[in-house]
């Protein structure tokens, strides 16, 4: 279901939750739900037996247990973001070993994944870049400096998110 909200802002995950029958239904039951202070929420959109909420990334988990007493949540959309690292194919860079990399950095979940001949961009969640940049920084990977910056939201080549294709059985 589509709900009439602004685009989702800078450092917030929007979550969904599918209410039970006679379960509260306003605004402030929602965020009462969440266990959230008010600073830490956003816009909340009700829409028959659906209601969306927009929380503080850092508060996600917390307010998706919360919301759950209310009935089943689902994370609905979240930012990405692109990370450049300046290592790529000539560096002899492989995807396996670009996988072990990332989750030794905690960069998890990952979006799309491109390696180039003299860069890799990985999509990351908005919340997760400057950790991930941080301790991707000191890094040699193949004898060569990782070089991680992260790019400005909205540049890079299309979406950050991973969409899985559909494929041809």
């Known amino acids: 279901m589509r709900h009439d909200l602004p685009s989702l802002a800078a450092g917030f995950v929007r979550i969904s939750v ?25 816009p909340i959109a009700i829409t028959g037996g659906e209601a969306t909420v927009d929380v503080r990334s ?45 989750q030794t950095a905690d960069a998890l979940p990952l979006g799309r994944i491109s390696i180039q001949n003299t860069h890799t961009l990985v999509g990351l969640t908005e919340v997760k870049m400057v950790s991930v940049v941080e301790r991707l920084a000191p890094l040699r990977i193949n004898g060569y400096p990782a070089r991680p910056t992260a ?16 494929r041809p059985h």
Do not use: V, Y
Request: avoid cysteine; proline fraction near 9%.
């Open 18 to 42: 599918r209410l039970r029958p006679g379960a509260e239904s306003t605004p402030g039951s929602i965020a009462r739900a969440t266990g959230l202070a008010p600073e830490d929420l956003g």
């Open 58 to 102: 850092e508060h996600g988990r917390q307010a998706r247990n919360g919301l759950g007493q209310l009935g089943p949540t689902m994370l609905m959309e979240r930012r990405w973001q692109w990370l450049r690292i300046a290592i790529g194919r000539n560096h002899g860079l492989t995807m396996g070993q670009l996988r072990k990399i990332l």
């Open 151 to 166: 790019l400005p939201p909205g540049t890079g080549p299309g979406s950050a998110m991973f969409i899985p294709r559909d």
